[in-house]
C-alpha cells in the first residue's frame, strides 16, 4: 500500500516554489559547468589535474551528504533544503578570483555543498506528494532542471566566448542567490516523532529493494563519472567545438529532458517504475559510444535529444520513497546518495588517465560497461515484483 502525502500547509505551493526557484538554481551552474574542465585546463592543468578537480568536488559532495542526513535528522527538511541552495553561492566567486588551477579546488570544495540536500529533499517531495503520484512528481523535479539547463550553457557559451568567464561567474552567484530567495517561503513538513523507526539499524538497511536501488545507482553514478567530466574536452578536441557550441548541446540535451522528463514519469507511475527504468539506464550508457563513433557534427544533436530519456535517478528515487517510512527516508536518501557516490572520486582520476592516452578511451570504456547496470534492473524488477511489503508505509 501506497501511503499518503503528510499534512503540510499549501503542499502545491510550495512543491511549485522549489520547481522555479530550481530552474533559476539550474540556470546558474550551467552557466558554467560545461566548460568548468575547459577553465581549469586554461590554466595549465593537464588531463590527470582537470580530473583531480572534479575528484575533489565529488569527495566534497560526499562529506556534504553525510553532513545533510545529520542536519535533517536534527532540524528538519526545509533549513537543511535552503542552506544547501544559499551555500553554492561563494563556489564562482572564488573561481572569478582564483590565481592558479589550484585554488579551483576550494571552489570545488564550496560547490559540493549542494548536496546537503540529498538527504531532505527527498523526503521532502515524498511528504508532499503521494505514493501514486511520485514517478511524476520526482521527473518534474528534473524537468525543471532540465528547463533551467536550456539557456544556461547557451548564454554560458556566448559570455565565455565574448568576455570571458569573469562574466559567468558573476552572473552564477547573482542567480544562485534569487533561487535562495524564493525557497524561503516553502512550508515545514511534521516532524516524525517514532524515534524507534528512524534507527538506522532497522528498516531501510534490511530492504531488499532499497540495497539493490542503491547498487544500481553506485554502478552507474562510479561508471558514468569516468567520461562524464570530459564530454566537453572531447567536443573541443575531437570536433573542434567551441564553448558556444558547446553549450548548444547541452541546452539541446536539457530541452529534449523536459519534454520526455514528465512522460516517463507518469510511465513509471502507470507501468511500474522497474520496467520504465531499463530506458533511461540504458540511454545513459549508449549516449557515450554514440559520441565515439559519430562520423560528423551534423549527428550531434540527433545523438544529444536520444541522451534526453533521462531520468533514472528520479525513478529510483520514487522507488526509494514507496519501500522506505517516512520517518527513515533522511537517512535512507542521504545513504542512497552517499553510497552511489563512494567509488565516484576515483572515476575522473581514472578517466584522465584514459584521456591522456585517447580522448575517445574514457567514453568507450563506460559505454561497453553497459550491461552491468542493465542486469541490475532485471534483479531490481525482480526483487521488487517478489518482495511483499517488507516495510509497513506510513
Not at 281 to 286: K, L, N, P, R, S
Not at 289 to 306: D, E, R, T
Not at 329 to 345: C, M, W
Request: glycine content about 10%; overall charge positive.
Amino acid at each position: 500500500m501506497r501511503d499518503e502525502p503528510s499534512k503540510v500547509s499549501n503542499p502545491i505551493r510550495s512543491f511549485g516554489l522549489m520547481l522555479f526557484s530550481n530552474i533559476f538554481w539550474v540556470f546558474a551552474i550551467n552557466l558554467y559547468s560545461s566548460f568548468i574542465g575547459l577553465y581549469v585546463r586554461s590554466y595549465g592543468a593537464n588531463p590527470i589535474e582537470v580530473g583531480l578537480y572534479q575528484t575533489v568536488l565529488l569527495l566534497s559532495v560526499l562529506i556534504w551528504i553525510g553532513v545533510g542526513g545529520l542536519l535533517t535528522t536534527r532540524f528538519g527538511e526545509k533549513p537543511v533544503l535552503i542552506i544547501s541552495w544559499g551555500s553554492i553561492v561563494p563556489a564562482p566567486l572564488i573561481y572569478l578570483l582564483a590565481p592558479t588551477w589550484q585554488w579551483t579546488l576550494l571552489g570545488a570544495v564550496c560547490e559540493g555543498s549542494m548536496a546537503l540536500a540529498a538527504a531532505p529533499i527527498g523526503s521532502y517531495i515524498s511528504h508532499l506528494i503521494s505514493g501514486k503520484r511520485r514517478g511524476l512528481a520526482f521527473t518534474l523535479l528534473t524537468t525543471s532542471s532540465a528547463i533551467g539547463g536550456i539557456p544556461g550553457p547557451i548564454l554560458g557559451g556566448w559570455l565565455i566566448e565574448t568576455t570571458g568567464f569573469s562574466s559567468v561567474f558573476s552572473l552564477a552567484a547573482i542567480m544562485f542567490s534569487m533561487s535562495t530567495l524564493l525557497m524561503l517561503p516553502i512550508s515545514k513538513v511534521p516532524r516524525q516523532v517514532d524515534d524507534s523507526e528512524k534507527r538506522w539499524s532497522r528498516g531501510f538497511l534490511r530492504n531488499r529493494v532499497f540495497i539493490v536501488t542503491t547498487v544500481l545507482w553506485t554502478s552507474i553514478m562510479t561508471l558514468g563519472m569516468v567520461a562524464n567530466f570530459f564530454v566537453p574536452l572531447f567536443l573541443s578536441d575531437h570536433f573542434g567545438l567551441q564553448e558556444t557550441q558547446i553549450g548548444i548541446l547541452s541546452a539541446i540535451v536539457n530541452m529534449s529532458a523536459a519534454f520526455f522528463g514528465p512522460l516517463i514519469g507518469i510511465a513509471g507511475d502507470k507501468w511500474g517504475h522497474t520496467k520504465i527504468l531499463l530506458l533511461p539506464v540504458t540511454t545513459v550508457f549508449c549516449f557515450y559510444g554514440a559520441l565515439v563513433f559519430c562520423p560528423s557534427v551534423a549527428i550531434l544533436p540527433a545523438i544529444y535529444v536520444f541522451n534526453g530519456l533521462t531520468g533514472t535517478g528520479s525513478l529510483l528515487s520514487a522507488i526509494i520513497s514507496n519501500h522506505i517510512t517516512k520517518a527513515q527516508q533522511p537517512n535512507a536518501f542521504a545513504v542512497f546518495s552517499f553510497v552511489g557516490r563512494i567509488l565516484t572520486p576515483v572515476s575522473p582520476i581514472l578517466g584522465g588517465l584514459g584521456y591522456s592516452q585517447s580522448p575517445a578511451l574514457p567514453l568507450l570504456i563506460v559505454a561497453l560497461f553497459l550491461p552491468l547496470p542493465a542486469s541490475l534492473v532485471g534483479i531490481l524488477h525482480h526483487t521488487q515484483k517478489k518482495s511483499e511489503k517488507l516495510v509497513e508505509i506510513d
